[in-house]
């Protein structure tokens, strides 16, 4: 678990700095923390995500984003447990994220 909250600290800082870099040059942009919207089982380090409640929280946290002209900032690789610890998705788990957030909001 320790290594899951460590390993957090990269993806979490680079999509609040991209966000930010993104406003500053004139894009409407906010920034979305992945584990408030990826939810994944408890295997720490190798954690696979829970379709479902992730889903349910794109649509809440993200969708609002895209409707209003917004450009969503998210990490990836990085998630939480539906009680609320801190995962990550393993190797490839960056691009398996965007997987999983392109699947679930129907992009195309």
Do not use: K, Y
């Amino acid at each position: 678990r320790l290594t899951d909250a460590a390993l957090s600290h990269g993806e979490r800082l680079s999509s609040l700095v991209m966000a930010r870099l993104l406003g500053q040059r004139g894009l409407d942009a906010a920034h979305v923390d992945a584990r408030d919207v990826l939810v994944t089982d408890d295997r720490f380090t190798e954690a696979a995500p829970r379709f479902g409640p992730t889903n349910e929280r794109l649509e809440r946290l993200v969708r609002p984003h895209a409707a209003d002209g917004r450009v969503a900032v998210m990490g990836g690789f990085i998630a939480r447990t539906a009680d609320g610890r801190p995962t990550t998705l393993g190797r490839g788990g960056s691009d398996f994220s965007a997987s999983i957030v392109g699947a679930g909001i129907g992009a195309g």
